[in-house]
């Protein structure tokens, strides 16, 4: 597997929460990661459908961009009981601007019209490395929970305040943010990232 040649990498994203988590999970390996608008990058259009193929989309563009090695992240929130969704649209659930509070309630809303007893959910995360000469690789990551309404919490971002992970009786919203980022989808997926390009 290719390994970073370089501590500086572009971060594939516009989104300020996922931006900051990375930077907490690269630190430890002394990379400087900065997001693709302090390139004036734009993002690409997510195409794709699944994860993975919206995370390679964003990091190629992103590389050839700025020339540099890119990250991308691609993650969402599955809903068993909604089939999957709000799946790869759940940024778009909550609108443009971003409305997050308005996203939850409206996943609330699918669940009272199905009279849905099973609450079960999954976070997914598919990370992209790729290089300005086109070289990529894909590592995927989850998290099993569950949903619970009203939101609580204000820590994190997205969805955190409506999702219970598995084995926890508090959201990712309430959660310490040391904590969730040891257990979520994207540590999941960055575990084997960094299983295979730094060790």
């Known amino acids: 597997m290719r390994k970073i040649g370089s501590n500086r990498l572009i971060i594939a994203s516009h989104n300020d929460g996922k931006i900051i988590e990375i930077n907490e999970l ?3 390996y ?14 690409p259009d997510e195409t794709g459908k699944t994860f993975a193929e919206n995370a390679i989309l964003k990091a190629k563009a992103a590389a050839v961009g ?18 999957g969704d709000p799946g790869i649209y759940s940024a778009r659930w909550a609108g443009d601007p ?4 308005f996203a939850m309630g409206k996943i609330e809303d699918e669940l009272k019209k199905k009279a849905a007893t ?18 990529e690789a894909v590592f995927e990551g989850e998290v099993r929970g569950r949903l619970t309404f009203p939101p ?25 943010p040391a904590k969730k980022h040891a257990m979520s989808h994207r540590a999941d997926a960055f575990r ?7 060790e």
Not at 30 to 43: E, H, P, T
Not at 98 to 101: E, I
Not at 156 to 175: K, S
Not at 192 to 198: E, G, I, R, S, Y
């Open 118 to 135: 099973d609450l079960s959910a999954r976070f997914v995360c598919a990370l992209c490395l790729a290089w300005p000469d086109g070289e």
């Open 152 to 176: 609580r919490g204000e820590n994190g971002f997205g969805y955190d305040p409506i999702f219970v992970p598995d084995g926890h009786d508090i959201t990712f919203g309430e959660m310490d």
């Open 26 to 28: 690269l630190e430890l």
């Open 98 to 101: 971003r409305d997050f509070g």
């Open 66 to 83: 700025a020339n540099l090695p890119s990250l991308s992240d691609d993650s969402g929130l599955e809903v068993a009981a909604l089939g």
């Open 192 to 198: 084997k990232l960094t299983k295979a390009m730094f």
């Open 30 to 43: 002394g990379i400087k990661a900065v997001s693709a608008k302090k390139y004036g990058l734009s993002d």
